[in-house]
């Protein structure tokens, strides 16, 4: 009897938004990151809904789904950001994850601790913000991680060359036709011009039913049942393991509860192990189990945004350009401060999701963009955003530091 | 007097124009009635009777079009009525009309085309005498070569034909009224803008800039533009130049203030030129934040591709800042001592620019001598041209100025 799993991976992140700074804040105050609570760009009072609308009913049924099936299983990546908001605002949702890993069933996901794209613009950096994720991984969770993910599924060979060297075990990326060709992502793989680490590939189509595509009444899925779901992957032919991989909002948040989204992960695991061989994974157990089947190449980056598949919807226009790399400029002189503060506002401006808000591809993807941003349109946030580069810069000549 | 705004609900220079003719008119002898499109209340004017034609909120104005900016809906008299900028400008032509029919007075004196069909109906309802003042013409709105709206231009060329006199705020604009609408040179008088050491706002310690402001002191220099982000300022040339600027004088910024239609065109050529970090975008203000503007600069550009006046230009003088300014703004021939250069000429707007910031004896010197100017002309000059003007078309002593 041959096994097949589901990898059911989601990710749970927060950023923390810039208010709407102005030129005539800077220099007078350094709280880009707080507004008063009834502002879209109010951290806490988004914090304190996402715990409640999606965090906090989620986290109660996967409870009980690991306690009711032995071999139910999940994996979740939780960003530094987002653990200390949690700690911050909503602690109870924090301790609602731990009673999740408590399990000793749900593995927690190696990723840069701000969520950032610093794997593209400083190795050093990077590495420094990967380690910071661990230490608060193993400080919050007690566990240790051994796949890796970075920020938005970007990934390219080069990623996984560094993963391997730094001695994971397992990686993530977009299961993107255009990298896989004919092959199936139900499989594991392993990435070119690598020794001993394994690539676990998103199945988009089956992931993004469950994300994107669950509430939309036009859609010939709809309605999704856990057993019509349950129906397509016993018939999708030969595999070993299904990943889905969805931002952790998707239930509660994307997917309001009134769809059904909660109904249909309650009944996942017993459509799903109704039948004989089918079981679930973590992301580890996943790459422990089944053999590579080919290698595969990604000479450049791509990611799980967008009809692209590539990080143009965070670096697609000049404006986000031009913010990133004023941002990784100053590296070498906010490092040189050693002041902690400091080094902690610029690196929670280094969060994806800043340059996201700056995203101009009104059309098609723009819809989910617009969704997501706090602010009236993208050059309010480039404008909040530059402004408190600016006063970083304010910081740093108050140091003496040649700016 | 026909009017479209006053201070403090103005969108520019065409308010306080007004404001300051009235004031110093007044100072002569003169009784005179403003009539607005609006409600609104103004405790600071005690020299003349300030009347809204018809009862009206000031924000409907405002959002079917300060001026000159584009339409949207308005309610009126209780019921809602659909009006763009035109339906606005009838309205207020009907509500004159039936002003006049009671009112005495012995001449109308209109401004800007927004009041020109006011004025004509009053004209030829009561035959008293009209002087249409042209603080722009339709030309310049559009960046001159584009000719404007056509429906604009007809009215006032039809106004400037039909009016008893009319006054240009410069020979610039003399000449563009002759040149577009063939209007007899000898019936056009230039009468000049000004602005008095009593307009502006006393300075009152820290400057609002405060990052500007504090990066002065590390050799940092700041170039200042005040006005509408709308085609007509020129401002796609400044940032262009500003590029080459930064080249060689890196430790410069560019603050522009003001909104307008242009704001995402300018956002984005900033960010595609790459200097979006020095340029700041501050936004429509007034009060303090638009006195520091001018008085944080080291330098402010008035790059206009047809300025008819240009009083921002003399405003930034009397705050203390040195000019440079475009030939084809009216403000260049009453003031000697400033720099000038082609709108069109980035290169050498770029030198004279990068000259400035990076040679604070020019910069004191420029200043110095423009200031002399400066104080050597006031409104009362302005007063006294109008006041002659009147003064050949009423007969009597007392002189009431109205609609």
Redesign the interface.
């Known amino acids: 009897m041959s096994r097949k799993a589901i990898v059911l991976y989601l990710h749970v992140h927060q950023p923390y938004r810039v208010r709407q700074y102005?030129?005539?804040d800077?220099?007078?105050d350094h709280q880009y990151f707080e507004s008063s609570y009834d502002e879209r760009t109010n951290n806490h009072r988004i914090m304190r809904k996402v715990a409640e609308k999606s965090y906090l009913p989620t986290n109660n049924r996967l409870l009980e789904l690991l306690n009711r099936y032995p071999e139910f299983r999940l994996s979740l990546s939780i960003t530094g950001t987002a653990i200390e908001q949690m700690e911050a605002w909503a602690p109870e949702a924090l301790q609602s994850f731990k009673n999740l890993t408590d399990t000793g069933r749900v593995e927690i996901v190696a990723e840069t601790y701000h969520h950032s794209l610093a794997f593209f613009y400083s190795r050093s950096e990077f590495e420094q913000q990967v380690k910071m994720h661990e230490r608060k991984i193993q400080e919050v969770f007690g566990q240790t991680p051994k796949v890796f993910r970075n920020t938005e599924l970007a990934y390219n060979n080069d990623l996984a060359y560094w993963a391997d060297k730094a001695g994971y075990k397992g990686i993530l990326a977009e299961g993107w036709d255009k990298v896989l060709g004919w092959r199936s992502p139900n499989f594991v793989y392993r990435p070119a011009y690598t020794d001993n680490i394994r690539l676990l590939m998103k199945n988009y189509r089956l992931s993004d039913d469950i994300a994107f595509r669950f509430g939309d009444r036009n859609w010939v899925g709809w309605p999704l049942t856990a057993d019509k779901f349950v129906h397509w992957l016993n018939e999708s032919g030969e595999a070993t393991n299904f990943n889905l991989f969805m931002d952790y909002e998707t239930f509660g948040e994307h997917q309001w509860d009134h769809t059904g989204i909660f109904e249909f992960l309650e009944h996942l695991p017993a459509e799903w192990l109704k039948h004989e061989g089918n079981t679930f994974m973590t992301v580890s157990e996943a790459v422990d189990a089944f053999e590579p089947r080919d290698q595969v190449d990604v000479p450049y980056t791509v990611s799980w945004a967008d009809v692209e598949r590539d990080l143009s919807a965070w670096l697609g226009?000049?404006?986000q350009?031009?913010?990133i790399n004023?941002l990784y400029g100053l590296e070498g002189l906010i490092l040189g401060t050693g002041d902690l503060a400091l080094i902690e506002d610029w690196r929670k401006l280094q969060t994806s999701d800043h340059f996201y808000y700056m995203c101009t591809k009104w059309f098609n993807d723009g819809d989910i963009h617009a969704y997501f941003s706090p602010y009236e349109n993208p050059?309010d946030a480039?404008?909040a955003f530059?402004?408190a580069?600016?006063?970083l810069r304010?910081r740093l000549?108050e140091k003496g530091a040649s700016? | 007097m026909l009017g479209w705004e006053l201070p403090p609900h103005n969108s520019g220079g065409l308010g306080v124009a007004c404001y300051q003719l009235c004031k110093a008119l007044s100072k002569k002898g003169a009784d005179i009635e403003f009539i607005l499109p609006y409600t609104a209340a103004h405790p600071d004017i005690t020299f003349m009777r300030v009347r809204p034609a018809h009862q009206q909120d000031v924000k409907e104005v405002i959002k079917a079009g300060t001026a000159y900016q584009s339409f949207k809906y308005v309610k009126h008299n209780g019921e809602v009525e659909y009006l763009d900028l035109h339906g606005q400008i009838r309205v207020y032509e009907e509500a004159v009309g039936k002003l006049v029919e009671w009112a005495e007075f012995d001449i109308i004196h209109a401004h800007d085309w927004l009041t020109c069909r006011a004025a004509l109906r009053a004209k030829m309802m009561t035959g008293k005498p009209l002087v249409v003042h042209f603080h722009s013409i339709e030309a310049d709105r559009a960046g001159r070569e584009f000719g404007g709206n056509p429906m604009v231009r007809d009215i006032e060329a039809l106004a400037a034909h039909i009016a008893d006199r009319v006054v240009a705020v410069s020979q610039l604009t003399k000449d563009a009224i002759v040149r577009e609408y063939g209007v007899p040179a000898d019936k056009i008088e230039v009468v000049y803008n000004h602005s008095d050491p009593t307009d502006l706002l006393p300075g009152d310690g820290e400057n609002v800039y405060r990052y500007l402001a504090y990066m002065k002191g590390l050799g940092y220099r700041t170039v200042v533009n005040v006005g509408r982000l709308t085609i007509q300022k020129g401002l796609p040339n400044l940032l262009h130049a500003f590029k080459e600027v930064l080249a060689r004088a890196p430790r410069t910024f560019l603050l522009l203030v003001g909104d307008g239609e242009q704001k995402i065109e300018l956002i984005n050529l900033a960010a595609d030129l790459g200097i979006s970090h020095n340029v700041f975008f501050a936004g429509f203000q007034r009060g303090k934040r638009l006195r520091d503007a001018f008085a944080v600069g080291d330098l402010f550009v008035l790059p206009s591709i047809s300025e008819p006046f240009g009083l921002v230009a003399l405003e930034a003088i009397g705050y203390g800042t040195p000019v440079l300014i475009s030939k084809q703004s009216g403000v260049s021939e009453v003031v000697r001592n400033c720099l000038k250069v082609d709108f069109w000429d980035v290169k050498r707007m770029a030198d004279m620019i990068t000259a400035v910031v990076q040679n604070d004896t020019l910069r004191d010197e420029l200043h110095a001598n423009s200031y002399r100017e400066y104080l050597n002309r006031s409104w009362d000059h302005s007063a006294d041209r109008l006041w002659d003007i009147y003064g050949r078309h009423v007969k009597h002593q007392h002189q009431g100025v109205a609609a």
Do not use: C, K, L, P
């Open positions: 102005t030129i005539f800077i220099g007078v226009n000049s404006m350009t031009s913010a004023a050059y480039f404008i530059m402004n580069y600016n006063d304010f000549a700016v």
